[in-house]
């Protein structure tokens, strides 16, 4: 997944755009070089090429490149790390619109299981959460968007409550 977000601190706003991670685009390469290929591949070439900054630095590039904007800073998040974050919080709440049901929704050892996460207000444990940010057979790329920016947004505001502020060290 890959996401620019972007934070005014004078405003106290910010925005989330979701970018598709089947997005062709050209990806830049030092000395004037430019692969084809899909936007989410640009990590993988960074760190193959072994490229000044690896993969990150490759990702914000070609981001930069595309979309005319400046990535600052980025995080990198595996599936366990994610996972951990939401347990950490003690879940998440969410607004399912719609269930959302994947008959192929991949296992950690290169299996299949079905998920099925049904439509209402659902608390989400970091497994749960991971299945309803992550699923791909459910809807479009972009219903997957908007259920991982509506998970980002409720880790945000748990993140923020009182009570939480003593946890926050240990989300690494």
Same mark, same amino acid.
């Given at each position: 997944?890959?996401?620019?977000? !972007?934070?005014?601190?004078?405003?106290? /706003?910010?925005?989330?755009?979701?970018?598709?991670?089947?997005?062709?685009?050209?990806?830049?390469? $030092?000395?004037? @070089? +430019?692969?084809? *290929?899909?936007?989410?591949?640009?990590?993988?070439?960074?760190?193959?090429?072994?490229?000044?900054?690896? &993969?990150? %630095?490759?990702? #914000?590039?070609?981001?930069? =490149?595309?979309? @005319?904007? #400046?990535?600052?800073?980025?995080?990198?998040? *595996?599936?366990?790390?994610?996972?951990?974050?939401?347990? /950490?919080? @003690? &879940?998440?709440?969410?607004? +399912?619109?719609?269930?959302?049901?994947? =008959?192929?929704?991949?296992?950690? *050892?290169?299996?299949?299981? /079905? +998920?099925?996460? $049904?439509? @209402?207000?659902?608390?989400?444990? &970091?497994?749960?959460?991971?299945?309803?940010?992550?699923?791909?057979?459910?809807?479009?790329?972009?219903?997957?968007?908007?259920? %991982?920016?509506?998970?980002?947004?409720?880790?945000?505001?748990?993140?923020?409550?009182? *009570?939480?502020?003593?946890?926050? $060290? !240990?989300?690494?």
């Amino acid at each position: 997944t890959m996401m620019v977000v !972007s934070i005014d601190p004078n405003t106290h /706003t910010a925005s989330m755009l979701g970018i598709p991670r089947d997005l062709w685009v050209p990806i830049p390469l $030092p000395n004037n @070089g +430019v692969l084809h *290929d899909r936007i989410n591949t640009a990590n993988v070439y960074g760190v193959l090429r072994n490229l000044p900054g690896g &993969g990150p %630095q490759l990702a #914000k590039d070609t981001v930069s =490149y595309n979309l @005319g904007v #400046k990535i600052h800073y980025f995080v990198m998040l *595996d599936f366990q790390g994610f996972r951990n974050i939401i347990d /950490t919080l @003690g &879940g998440i709440d969410v607004r +399912v619109d719609k269930a959302v049901i994947d =008959y192929e929704y991949p296992t950690d *050892d290169y299996g299949y299981m /079905t +998920v099925n996460i $049904p439509a @209402g207000d659902q608390h989400l444990d &970091g497994e749960h959460a991971l299945q309803y940010a992550r699923s791909r057979h459910a809807d479009s790329h972009f219903g997957r968007m908007k259920r %991982q920016q509506q998970v980002i947004l409720s880790a945000r505001e748990k993140a923020l409550r009182l *009570d939480m502020l003593p946890k926050l $060290p !240990s989300l690494r």
